[in-house]
C-alpha cells in the first residue's frame, strides 16, 4: 500500500468520494503542510487534505488525479464551492518523490496548465482532523458539500 494526501477543497465531501473510488483502502479527514502539529490554535498554513491509502497495483497517482479533477474546479484559487480561503485549496502532497514526478506529469500533459493552480508539493506536516470530521457526510448526509450528491455516489461499489 501507498499513502498520498489530496486536497479539494472542503474535506467531508472529498473524503466520501474519495473512499468510493478502485483500489483505495483507508481514508482520513486531515490537515497537510501547516506548520503545527495540534488541531488548536490560529490558523497555521495548513490545507484540508484526505490521507488515502491506495493499492497502486488497482490505481494509479494519474488515475488518482483525474478523479480529483473530477470533482474540483483546477483553476479556482483557495475556493471550492461555497468554501473560501487558503485551507481550501487543491492539492496533492506525498512523502514518495515518484508520487509529485507523476502528479506533475499528469498536470503538464493537459492543454489548460498553465490555468491550474493545484498544488504538487512534498508533505511536510501532517495532522488527523478531529472525530467530528472523520467521515463526515456518512453521518450527516444533509451538511453542506460543494460535490454534487450524484459525483459522490459515481464509483460507490455495490454492497
Same mark, same amino acid.
Given at each position: 500500500?501507498?499513502?498520498? @494526501?489530496? !486536497?479539494?477543497? =472542503? ?19 486531515? #490537515? ?10 490560529? @490558523?497555521?498554513?495548513?490545507?484540508? =487534505? ?24 483546477? @483553476? ?11 485551507? @481550501? #485549496? ?19 500533459? #493537459? ?18 482532523? !478531529?472525530?467530528?470530521?472523520?467521515? #463526515? ?7 453542506? =458539500? ?14
Amino acid at each position: 500500500m501507498e499513502v498520498v @494526501y489530496l !486536497a479539494g477543497g =472542503c474535506l467531508w465531501g472529498v473524503q466520501a468520494f474519495i473512499k468510493t473510488l478502485p483500489g483505495v483502502k483507508f481514508t482520513e479527514a486531515g #490537515r497537510a503542510n501547516g506548520t503545527s502539529l495540534v488541531l488548536e490554535g490560529d @490558523y497555521d498554513g495548513y490545507v484540508e =487534505c484526505v490521507k488515502t491509502v491506495f493499492d497502486p497495483k488497482v490505481v494509479t497517482i494519474r488515475e488518482l488525479m483525474g478523479y480529483l479533477f473530477e470533482i474540483i474546479n483546477p @483553476y479556482s484559487l483557495n475556493k471550492q464551492g461555497q468554501d473560501v480561503g487558503e485551507k @481550501y #485549496r487543491t492539492g496533492i502532497y506525498s512523502e514518495t518523490p515518484e508520487h509529485l514526478k507523476e502528479a506533475k506529469a499528469y498536470l503538464s500533459e #493537459r492543454d489548460d496548465v498553465d490555468l491550474i493552480v493545484v498544488e504538487v508539493l512534498p508533505l511536510t506536516n501532517y495532522v488527523k482532523s !478531529a472525530a467530528e470530521h472523520q467521515d #463526515r457526510l456518512a453521518r450527516y448526509p444533509n451538511d453542506y =458539500c460543494h460535490i454534487p450528491e450524484e459525483m459522490l455516489r459515481k464509483y460507490k461499489r455495490k454492497a
